[in-house]
């Protein structure tokens, strides 16, 4: 075995294990940092492939905006240091079928096309990257450029919402909403008084 296929298993173990940590966790704020520690080896993954824009950019998007995105609403949120509610069973085992349904799809793509290593040079400079991404005729990638927009944009919103959701057992009407209201009205003009 070469060093090179060391590496690479070494970072196909750390990126299955911390993503499996991700899921399995009972807190939020540690199944975020196990998806940091993921999203790292996969950029770390993309530097063995010696493809430094694509880590670099992996890291940026994923790592310094969706991540923090996720890590700054669960600070936002009144629960952050609880555990999750277990799932129920039949969510389980849609979730062990569809792990299983992707394992069989990867293996028969496998086993059905030969894939052989290619002997051309690698040359990706951040110029022709550039270009391709930029590029709407073939090979040109000016769509998923503007998706991935769109998914910074979603992952905003969608930290947004678990930001503004209300405390448990706390009516957002009602005189318990107007207590709470008030409570952090009272606290926000201390927290300005003292400034």
């Given at each position: 075995m070469t060093a090179s296929q060391i590496i690479f298993y070494i970072l196909a173990a750390f990126i299955l294990g911390t993503a499996i940590l991700s899921v399995t966790t009972h807190k939020i704020f540690r199944s975020a940092i196990w998806l940091l520690f993921s999203l790292i080896g996969i950029a770390g993954l993309y530097f063995w492939l010696e493809v430094e824009f694509i880590a670099a950019v992996?890291?940026?998007?994923y790592v310094g905006g969706i991540v923090v995105l996720i890590?700054?609403?669960?600070?936002?949120?009144?629960?952050?240091?609880k555990e999750m509610l277990k799932p129920p069973v039949m969510r389980s085992i849609a979730s062990a079928l569809a792990v299983l349904f992707g394992f069989a799809l990867t293996y028969s793509l496998i086993y059905k096309n030969d894939f052989k290593a290619g002997d051309k040079s690698f040359d990706w400079s951040v110029s022709k990257i550039g270009n391709q991404m930029l590029a709407t005729g073939e090979n040109g990638y000016a769509l998923p450029f503007e998706v991935v927009s769109m998914l910074l944009l979603a992952a905003m919103v969608g930290c947004i919402v678990i930001a503004l959701k209300a405390p448990a057992g706390v009516s957002s009407t009602g005189t318990e909403g107007q207590k709470q209201g008030n409570i952090e009205k009272l606290e926000t003009k201390e927290i300005v008084e003292g400034l």
């Open positions: 992996q890291i940026v998007v890590i700054f609403s669960i600070f936002l949120t009144q629960q952050s240091g």
